[in-house]
């Protein structure tokens, strides 16, 4: 099985910043996708940003100019900074990834536990 973990989010101010780190372990040959969604009251799980192989990168249209993803691909590690930070931004931002499983490119995906964004005055 994979185990994503997911750390910090928290409460900050509009205009303010904030960095959320995820940490894939388990049973993982190789990452092909790793990235983050979000899901605010009422809505539906929506994508925000994702990283792959050879390092293309994409973003929500709400977020570009404003988030940037890192990924470490030797560590298992994706890193989202959020700056200009909006109540709009409030949600559960879930970790996710897109994985081989094995030396036989079995394909899996997992998703973290979700860390709560609040993004208020």
């Known amino acids: 099985q994979v185990l994503l973990a997911e750390s910090g989010g928290g409460l900050v101010q509009p205009g303010g910043s904030l960095s959320l780190s995820c940490a894939a372990s388990?049973?993982?040959?190789?990452?092909?996708?790793m990235g983050w969604y979000r899901q605010a009251p009422g809505k539906q799980r929506e994508l925000v940003a994702t990283v792959i192989s050879g390092g293309r990168t994409n973003y929500a249209d709400s977020v570009k100019g404003r988030f940037t993803i890192s990924r470490d691909a030797a560590k298992n590690t994706v890193s989202l900074q959020m700056n200009s930070l909006k109540p709009e931004d409030t949600a559960v931002y879930y970790c996710?990834?897109?994985?081989?499983?094995?030396?036989?490119?079995?394909?899996?995906?997992?998703w973290g536990q979700g860390t709560q964004v609040t993004v208020s005055s």
């Open positions: 388990g049973s993982i040959f190789s990452i092909i996708v």
């Open positions: 996710y990834a897109d994985l081989f499983s094995d030396r036989y490119y079995t394909r899996n995906e997992a």
